[in-house]
């Protein structure tokens, strides 16, 4: 009887204690998922660019390595932005026409940007007689002018070519010659011309106005992207 009784005692120890135990083994479970159901919504809510990186980097070694779109990518993201004003002045101090010597300039710009610009203003005030479009060169026809009642004329020659990567020169000549005749008298093409120094600012003025469009053009670019 005894034994029956000790028995039953036993039993019920042993009921009580796995009621006790089991619900702290279900409740650490609970916790755990709650934690990692957590962890992935603020995972899910707080991902920043970064991660996304790594899983492209990810994707692209499984495919065998980093493609060169996506350094170039990753290297824009980590690149120091440069004030777009500042890169807009330097942009256009390299496009500017540089004086080199004698009747030379010289340009970071394309051959075909610098001769268009340059064969447009020409146009507005000579008359082109002659013009390569391939080889960048053009001549205009003669204009006559009066300097405190003496006759001139002169005529523009344009010749524009690339000497090197990014770079490009510009010969400009201003030819003048005067008259030797009398003003009065029919004039003679042929033999009352004589050459005369450059007496008028023609080249100045272009090369000021060709460096003008060339920064407007510019601007128009940057504010067009």
Not at 40 to 61: A, P, V
Not at 84 to 99: G, H, S
Request: hydrophobic residues 40%.
């Amino acid at each position: 009887m005894k034994i029956k009784i000790i028995a039953y005692l036993l039993s019920i120890l042993v009921i009580a204690g796995c009621s006790t135990l089991f619900p702290q083994y279900s409740k650490r479970g609970q916790d755990n998922a709650d934690a990692k159901q957590s962890n992935s919504f603020f995972g899910s809510l707080f991902r920043d660019d970064s991660d996304n990186e790594t899983n492209d980097i990810q994707k692209e070694n499984g495919k065998g390595g980093l493609s060169q779109e996506t350094i170039a990518r990753n290297n824009r993201k980590r690149s120091v932005q440069i004030d777009p004003l500042m890169n807009n002045q330097a942009a256009i101090a390299a496009l500017n026409l540089t004086f080199i010597e004698g009747n030379t300039w010289r340009t970071s710009a394309h051959p075909a940007l610098v001769f268009g610009i340059m064969a447009r203003l020409l146009s507005q005030n000579y008359i082109i007689t002659s013009v390569d479009r391939k080889n960048f060169n053009l001549q205009t026809e003669w204009d006559k002018f009066f300097i405190d009642g003496r006759l001139f004329r002169n005529r523009i020659s344009l010749l524009v070519f690339p000497v090197g990567p990014r770079q490009t020169e510009v010969v400009a000549k201003n030819i003048v010659e005067y008259y030797s005749g009398s003003a009065n008298s029919k004039l003679e093409e042929n033999t009352a011309w004589f050459p005369s120094p450059d007496i008028t600012d023609e080249i100045a003025k272009l090369i000021e106005n060709t460096n003008r469009q060339t920064a407007l053009l510019l601007n128009q670019m940057q504010k067009s992207r």
